[in-house]
């Protein structure tokens, strides 16, 4: 049965009750403001992240890196204070624990930031970052390194060792909240990432974003060391290339101027078989032509005379030239020079005498200039006098018909160090100047000498040199024209001899 709805009393005022929507409204807005301050705080910490993704994609310096990780998690988790460690092995091969063992580690502090603002804090120590220490004496870090995922000390009520343990760096008894994870690569543990507190119950979110932060810091550490390792490598790659460039340039140098030397010495005996050649056959071929007019039956005296002349003449030109090669081939193990006393104005008469004759059929005449008195002094006479000889027939070969040859002798210095200095001068063909740097070398004539027919093997002024040279001498020639001719000059200086001074005796 339906039931009849009362009705209202005109008499009756209810109580105004209070209504319970004024607290919800206060618990809603607390909680929104808490929601706001995490996500403001999760926003602060992703922000820190991309900071250092940004900074290590960016390749900044690890000292950067460091210092802005440590003061922005200071910032973040308004702590008060941050440190960075570095651990170096002492032995690399036990960067793994192996059951429980602490390696030999030192610990190097490389950032730290303290939280600005708080007058709780303890003050901050000098700017100084202190020394490096034993990471494998600490209390603390000794977890770290036997493999310890994290340390975490609240600071509430936190009893005090009965031993006290070494602690350089955490200043625990002021600061005694701790909280630390390892920077780890591969299982290595390369340092350790810490905070501290007064006092702080650390949450599962403090702790999972300060792991966040050391996986990116440790990414940091690996890439640097990574590529400082390939740069090493390329470095040291790079300054091998450059050792074994240098190497090759000066191989190729070497190779090219030893080519260039093979070029030399190639020209050079071409130039002596052409010379050789025609100094061989040339008188080979007089003394045959010789040979066979000689059998014929009726050749008078004077024919046959004349032909054996011929054959005289030519058997001691071929003589010459070899005798010519054989002392220059002894000159290069000749023994020192033998000293002997010796009249210097008389070798040259005597000279001069020996070559008069040879000298008539071009009309030339020997003008022989020397001190008044005779000049005394010790050589080797035989090198000298082979020397003399062939700079006298050079002379005779390329002066003019009807010129004049001169030989002088001068004494220079004083009576400690007395020279003899004998220069031999002709005009007529001259020697050019891009041939100068070359006279004295073997098998070397002047150009056009053999077409000229120009006796010769250009084995003389080479034999010269060598023999002035056993005389510790020195030798120098000067060639320049004096109108349509050319005047040349050679040069011989003899040094004081060992046995005593150069004089001229009265």
């Known amino acids: 049965m339906a039931t009849e709805p009362l009705a209202?009393?005109?008499?009756f005022k209810p109580k105004r009750v209070a209504s319970s929507s004024q607290p919800s409204k206060q618990i809603l807005r607390q909680t929104v403001a808490q929601l706001q301050q995490q996500l403001a705080q999760q926003h602060q910490r992703q922000r820190l992240i991309d900071q250092l993704t940004s900074a290590i994609r960016n390749s900044q310096g690890l000292p950067q890196i460091y210092e802005q990780a440590v003061t922005d998690l200071v910032q973040t988790l308004q702590v008060s204070r941050g440190l960075l460690l570095l651990f170096k092995y002492v032995d690399p091969r036990q960067r793994h624990s192996q059951n429980g063992s602490i390696p030999k580690t030192k610990a190097t502090l490389v950032a730290e930031s303290w939280l600005e603002g708080k007058s709780a804090e303890p003050e901050p120590e000098p700017e100084s970052k202190p020394e490096p220490f034993w990471a494998s004496d600490c209390r603390f870090c000794q977890r770290i390194l036997t493999g310890e995922p994290q340390v975490a000390v609240s600071g509430f009520d936190q009893p005090k060792p009965t031993i006290p343990q070494p602690d350089p760096l955490f200043q625990i008894e002021q600061l005694p909240a701790l909280l630390m994870v390892p920077l780890e690569s591969q299982g290595t543990v390369l340092g350790c990432l810490a905070l501290q507190q007064q006092a702080q119950d650390w949450s599962a979110d403090d702790l999972a974003f300060l792991r966040r932060v050391a996986a990116q810091l440790s990414t940091a550490i690996i890439q640097t060391r990574s590529f400082q390792q390939v740069q090493a490598v390329v470095q040291e790659r790079t300054a091998q290339l450059q050792r074994s460039l240098e190497v090759q340039a000066k191989l190729y140098e070497k190779t090219r101027q030893q080519v260039d030397q093979l070029?030399?010495?190639?020209?050079e005996r071409e130039e002596f078989l052409s010379t050789i050649s025609h100094e061989l056959l040339t008188p080979l071929t007089s003394m045959g032509l010789a040979i066979r007019m000689l059998r014929q039956r009726e050749l008078d005296e004077d024919r046959q005379q004349r032909y054996l002349d011929i054959l005289d003449q030519q058997c001691l030109r071929e003589t010459n030239l070899i005798n010519d090669l054989l002392a220059l081939r002894k000159l290069e193990t000749?023994?020192?020079p033998t000293l002997q006393k010796l009249d210097l104005r008389q070798m040259i008469e005597t000279l001069s005498q020996s070559v008069a004759e040879s000298w008539?059929?071009?009309?030339?005449?020997?003008?022989?200039?020397?001190?008044?008195?005779?000049l005394i002094f010790y050589s080797d006479s035989d090198s000298l006098h082979r020397a003399l000889l062939e700079l006298l027939t050079n002379a005779r070969k390329y002066s003019d018909p009807g010129s004049i040859v001169e030989l002088r002798v001068a004494c220079t210095g004083d009576l400690t160090a007395r020279q003899i200095v004998i220069s031999i001068g002709n005009r007529g063909a001259g020697i050019a100047p891009e041939e100068m740097p070359y006279i004295f070398d073997k098998f070397r004539r002047g150009q056009g000498v053999t077409q000229q027919a120009i006796q010769g093997t250009g084995l003389g002024l080479a034999l010269v040199k060598g023999l002035v040279e056993h005389l510790d001498g020195t030798i120098t020639a000067s060639s320049h024209p004096l109108g349509e001719i050319w005047e040349t000059w050679f040069t011989m200086t003899l040094p004081q001899a060992a046995e005593g001074q150069i004089h001229v005796s009265a």
């Open 360 to 374: 008539q059929e071009k009309e030339l005449k020997l003008s022989v200039h020397l001190p008044s008195r005779p």
């Open 334 to 336: 000749l023994a020192p």
């Open 8 to 11: 209202p009393n005109p008499q």
């Open 263 to 267: 070029h030399k010495m190639n020209a």
